[in-house]
Structure formats: structure tokens, C-alpha cells
Nanobody
Framework: QVQLVESGGGLVQAGGSLRLSCAAS????????MGWFRQAPGKEREFVAC????????LYADSVKGRFTISRDNAKNTVSLQMNSLKPEDTAVYYC?????????????????WGQGTQVTVSS
């Protein structure tokens, strides 16, 4: 069992930056693929980024590629999402997720554990 707790959300102006963090409990963190998803009001939850077990491979949604960077620290059981050049359309609740299979995936249902989410609001 893994518990995930996100932090770092907030209100920022368009063009600004935020850094989200996700702290994970449990000893198996370093064996999980980790991902970030987001859900805007009235929309389905969507994939943002994921990172491999070692941190050597990453995947991004086209909408955030070049602006967001996912990273992880297996020694500290944390995964982060650096978000730059934020746009109003990035406004959403951002969720951290863990996939026990260790296979990188953009598919929501592949992830086994979820955090409670942190709100990101980008004003124009």
C-alpha cells in the first residue's frame, strides 16, 4: 500500500511557474512508475506526465511538453512536477499517481494509487 500526498499548488499569473511535489509512503516507491494527472472543472482527468522507475525516461502530454518537467528522488520517496510558462488552460486539480507494474503508461486506469490532489489556478 502506498499513500501519496501532493503539495505546492496555488494561484499564479499566466507565464509564471509552480513546483508540485508528491511525497510517498512505503518502501516500494522506487519500484513504481510515477505519474501526474490533472482534472479541470467539467472535464475528465487527463494524463500530464510520467517517469520511469529509475527516472531515466519520461513521457509528457503534448499540451505540456517543453513547459513541464517531471523528476523523482527515490532516496526521499518524492516525485515533482516543475511547471513553467503556465497558461490559464493549465488550471486544474493535479494528482500524483503510482503504477505498481513499473511499465510507463499514459492511461489513467493503469495507476493503482492516487493522492488527494492539489489545486493549481492560473489567472490571465
Amino acid at each position: 500500500q502506498v499513500q501519496l500526498v501532493e503539495s505546492g499548488g496555488g494561484l499564479v499569473q499566466a507565464g509564471g511557474s509552480l513546483r508540485l511535489s508528491c511525497a510517498a509512503s512505503g518502501r516500494a516507491f522506487s519500484t513504481y512508475t510515477m505519474g501526474w494527472f490533472r482534472q479541470a472543472p467539467g472535464k475528465e482527468r487527463e494524463f500530464v506526465a510520467c517517469i520511469s522507475v529509475s527516472g531515466g525516461r519520461t513521457l509528457y502530454a503534448d499540451s505540456v511538453k517543453g513547459r513541464f518537467t517531471i523528476s523523482r528522488d527515490n532516496a526521499k520517496n518524492t516525485v515533482s512536477l516543475q511547471m513553467n510558462s503556465l497558461k490559464p488552460e493549465d488550471t486544474a486539480v493535479y494528482y500524483c499517481a503510482a503504477d505498481r507494474s513499473s511499465t510507463m503508461s499514459t492511461i489513467l486506469r493503469r495507476y493503482d494509487y492516487w493522492g488527494q490532489g492539489t489545486q493549481v489556478t492560473v489567472s490571465s
